[in-house]
């Protein structure tokens, strides 16, 4: 039973350049969220996404965008990167039900130079 | 605001050794509280969730309770591989996001 995936694992970017990750959730999943963690803090919330839709946001700006495919699986979009957007980037996926616990990838470390 | 803090930020055992992770929260009306392990260059790994003050549940050496202000993570005679970053997260009954705490660094040293 395949867990949550997502790639690449890592990417170096250049400030002002856009970037795509992807992510596929696991098997039984409908919801994926996507989480940035800093290096020694906890993950923060960006958004989820249900039935192809984006049903919550945290505090990000508009630069951070999604989307979902009818199979389930996920892409986190960040347009005109900044020093400060380097992170882990992780995706969980859960069951759309009461107190379903998100199930994480393994994440993306994404620098940007 | 819903919160998360979690103390120590680092604790150093040795082998055998037990102890006790904290984790406070404010939440408006909680929903759940997870506890993860993380190791290093790796995502959460999902251990527990409580949903109720005067929860407990087991796992191995691993045993969390909740209170209505806080949750604890008690290891009993740890081992080295308990080594890992444990988080803690709430969920409130009106969103679908978990609020992370930064962690608790635990090294156990044979």
């Known amino acids: 039973d395949a867990g949550v995936t997502q790639s690449p694992t890592h990417l170096i970017k250049t400030r002002g350049q856009q970037v795509t990750l992807r992510c596929s959730p696991k098997?039984?999943?409908?919801?994926v969220s996507w989480y940035q963690q800093a290096l020694g803090q906890g993950p923060q919330f960006i958004f989820q996404?249900?039935?192809?839709?984006?049903?919550q946001r945290g505090n990000f700006p508009d630069r951070f965008s999604g989307h979902q495919y009818p199979n389930y699986s996920s892409e986190l979009n960040v347009n005109a990167l900044l020093l400060g957007d380097s992170a882990l980037y992780l995706c969980?996926?859960?069951?759309?039900?009461?107190?379903?616990?998100?199930?994480f990838g393994n994440g993306t470390r994404l620098t940007v130079t | 605001e819903d919160q998360v803090t979690q103390s120590p930020e680092a604790l150093r055992l040795q082998e055998g050794e037990s102890s006790s992770l904290n984790c406070s929260y404010t939440?408006?009306?909680?929903?759940?509280l997870f506890w993860y392990r993380q190791d290093p260059g790796k995502g959460p790994e999902f251990l527990f969730t409580?949903?109720?003050a005067g929860e407990e549940k087991e796992k191995e050496r691993l045993k969390a309770t909740l209170t209505k202000k806080e949750s604890f993570l008690h290891i009993t005679a740890p081992k080295p591989e308990d080594s890992a970053t444990y988080l803690c997260?709430?969920?409130?009954?009106?969103?679908?996001?978990?609020?992370f705490g930064p962690g608790t660094r635990l090294s156990v040293l044979p």
């Open positions: 969980a996926s859960s069951f759309n039900s009461y107190n379903s616990p998100l199930h």
């Open positions: 098997s039984g999943h409908d919801t």
């Open positions: 996404y249900y039935e192809e839709e984006e049903r």
């Open positions: 939440v408006s009306g909680l929903r759940g």
């Open positions: 409580l949903y109720s």
């Open positions: 997260a709430v969920q409130a009954n009106y969103g679908q996001n978990f609020v």
